[in-house]
């Protein structure tokens, strides 16, 4: 059952890291761009593979990684609107 769990995380996650990176690309952007975008992803698969074991210690580590990943999701949106934000009042 582990395996069949893992196998679909990891076709989400080469699903999800695929439509990002050609979404940037459609639109002529840089890939460098694109990794702040899949990294969380990545962290977040690996974490809730972690979670799916049985052994304690790697499963606390995979709340670990899932909650970091949403943490740096939540800084980097919010980095992101106050950058905006500074950008477009010095364009005025």
Same mark, same amino acid.
């Given at each position: 059952m582990f395996m069949i769990q893992f196998l679909i995380i990891i076709f989400l996650l080469l699903l999800f890291s695929s !439509?990002?990176? +050609? *979404?940037f690309k459609k +639109? @002529?952007?840089d *890939? $460098? #761009?694109?990794?702040f975008f899949i990294v969380p992803l990545v962290v977040f698969s !690996?974490? &809730?593979v972690f979670r799916l074991t049985?052994?304690?210690?790697?499963?606390? *580590?995979? +709340? &670990? +990684?899932? @909650? &970091?990943s949403e943490l740096f999701v939540s800084v980097l949106f919010a980095s992101? !609107? #106050? !950058?905006?934000?500074? $950008?477009?009042? $010095?364009v005025k």
């Open positions: !439509l990002v990176v +050609f *979404l +639109f @002529d952007r *890939l $460098k #761009i694109a990794s !690996l974490g &809730f049985a052994e304690t210690s790697m499963v606390d *580590l995979g +709340f &670990f +990684f899932t @909650d &970091f992101c !609107l #106050i !950058l905006g934000q500074i $950008k477009y009042w $010095k």
